[in-house]
């Protein structure tokens, strides 16, 4: 039976769903163009996996944000200069990975012939330089959240796409909110979609690669030690045998008002995404992390100030090369999708290309917009 578009729909331009790094690009960037956005988020907080946390020893990042020192990260920055209307700082710091064995840290130079599951995804994290950036990530999105003046909806989950003839007419907002749009960004995690869109509407192919590939779930520990442990500021990837390895870096330490000096670390590793159900699983990644850490810093766990867990669920993978058009859902035309999942690049770096790939498909993206002026600031840091 054809579906209508119900009278009662809030009708927009465009509607993107997810308020993380992509969607609020997004919804920047239209807006700019003149289009009515509403921008939905199922939390009662912006940002996803870039947004603020906070620890005894002042903000960190949800999680390690570490960006690869390269030319694309330059040019993709560049680009979210003129997106955030402000210069972006960087420093390059140079510190090769280390890696600890056989009692002694050594540079690490990959994982050998030793079987590693999360390799290409860990290896993402151990690039020989990588960039401190100020803005950093969570300040991003405070700058785009202010930008950001048209319709913004919190604690607002999409449940449901109802689509005709291979368009999304509307899409349905904690199971009974309609909202109509010609245009829809899906700024969300796209291992969702088979149960938005509902099972037939994704060709079998697609459907498995969304319910099977392989994604991992980040389990993340940040620790505020009372002391400072090191003063490298390499990132570490330990790992000993049989184990999924953790990388993790050292924050500077910081002095505080009271006169206590206080360090933070911050440490990932990832497990299958099936196992995220399974309290004994995270738990066992937390103890693996712990013990990881301890090999190499013996008092690093000693009178802590504050520990924080986070667990991600599919926050890691990749779907390069599933779809015939990154990005695209086959047989519906109005449907983007930002997430890094479609990119060659992971992380940061592949959100903010996706983004930019689907803005320009959009027609939109501000890549020849001149809104500033200066060349960017790199500073090196040994
Ligand atoms: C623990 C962790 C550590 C990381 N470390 C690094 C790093 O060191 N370096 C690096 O470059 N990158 C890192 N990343 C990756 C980086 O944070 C992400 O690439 C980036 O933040 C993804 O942004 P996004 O907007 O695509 O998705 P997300 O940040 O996931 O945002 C999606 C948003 O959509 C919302 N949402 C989901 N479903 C719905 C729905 N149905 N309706 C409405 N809203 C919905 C979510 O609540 C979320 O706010 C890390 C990620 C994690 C999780």
Request: proline share 5%; glycine share 8%; hydrophobic share 40%.
């Amino acid at each position: 039976m054809a579906q209508t578009k119900s009278p009662k729909a809030q009708e927009f331009d465009t509607l993107i769903i997810g308020a993380g790094l992509g969607g609020l690009i997004a919804a920047n960037v239209l807006e700019a163009t003149g289009r009515n956005v509403v921008l939905i988020e199922a939390l009662d907080t912006l940002g996803g996996a870039s947004r603020s946390g906070q620890t005894a020893a002042g903000g960190i990042e949800h999680g390690l944000k570490i960006i690869p020192d390269t030319e694309e990260s330059h040019a993709a920055l560049d680009w979210l200069e003129k997106v955030i209307g402000q210069k972006i700082h960087r420093t390059s710091v140079e510190a090769s990975p280390l890696n600890y064995d056989d009692g002694k840290f050594k540079p690490y130079v990959g994982f050998g012939d030793e079987s590693v599951r999360t390799s290409s995804e860990i290896e993402a994290y151990a690039p020989p330089k990588r960039l401190e950036l100020s803005p950093a990530p969570r300040e991003w999105i405070q700058i785009l959240a202010d930008q950001f003046s048209g319709t913004l909806l919190t604690l607002s989950h999409a449940t449901k796409m109802v689509i005709e003839d291979g368009f999304v007419l509307e899409t349905i907002v904690n199971g009974a909110k309609r909202i109509s749009a010609r245009e829809v960004v899906f700024a969300a995690s796209p291992q969702t979609l088979p149960a938005l869109l509902g099972a037939e509407t994704l060709a079998p192919r697609v459907r498995q690669k969304l319910i099977k590939g392989d994604f991992w779930t980040s389990v993340n520990l940040d620790l505020v030690h009372s002391q400072p442990i090191t003063d490298s500021r390499a990132v570490h990837i330990l790992k000993g045998a049989n184990e999924e390895p953790t990388v993790g870096t050292f924050h500077p330490a910081v002095t505080l008002e009271d006169g206590r000096t206080l360090q933070v670390s911050q440490w990932l590793t990832l497990i299958p995404r099936e196992d995220i159900d399974e309290e004994e699983f995270v738990a066992s990644a937390l103890k693996q992390i712990k013990r990881q850490l301890k090999r190499a810093y013996e008092s690093a766990l000693g009178n802590l100030v504050q520990e924080r867990i986070l667990v991600v669920p599919c926050s890691h993978g990749s779907l390069a090369g599933a779809f015939e058009v990154p990005g695209r859902i086959p047989k519906i035309s109005n449907v983007w999708m930002t997430s890094a999942f479609f990119s060659d690049q992971k992380n940061t770096l592949g959100t903010l290309l996706q983004t930019r790939r689907c803005l320009e498909e959009m027609g939109d993206a501000l890549v020849d917009t001149d809104l500033t002026s200066a060349s960017p600031t790199v500073s090196a840091e040994a």
